[in-house]
């Protein structure tokens, strides 16, 4: 078996892994490919491993979405029961504290007239009322500041330490 190498060899490679083959290269390089047994084999060559790459990279992103969109699938196939199940709580809680209004909702008058009657041999004095509305107020001020900073800390942490 003969091996005959040609000078013009590596060029015509470089051209066809390139892209630039036949249009984009040397007219005499193709002209000399079209004479030339171990350019023109090296070009043909060079144009299927080419054609080969191509279709290997094309393959790889197909199966990188494919593997992809199985993921997000698989995710929302798991969270699917639990947000079921979250749907059934709320069903379940909005239905008892609906029960249990119903049920007390007859005993509201009548507790509210022993209430009356009740209070009336028990109010405090004018001073006495003064001062609890007066600690009232100020409760009132310091535990909306507490709830604030009880609320807003966190998301306040949150957005600082994330990373988006």
Known sequence: MNIVECPQEQAVVNAVLSGRWPHGCD???VAHAGQCATCREVANVSLLLREDVDHARFAGQVWWRAAVRAR????HAAARPITWMHGITAAIVIGAMLAVVT??????????ATIRTIGKDYLPSPEVASALAGGLRQSLLIG????ALLILTPLALYFVLSDD
């Open 144 to 147: 909306s500041i507490a709830a």
């Open 103 to 112: 049920a007390v909702w007859p005993m509201i008058p009548e507790l509210m």
């Open 72 to 75: 997000l699938e698989s995710t």
């Open 27 to 29: 007219e005499h390089l």
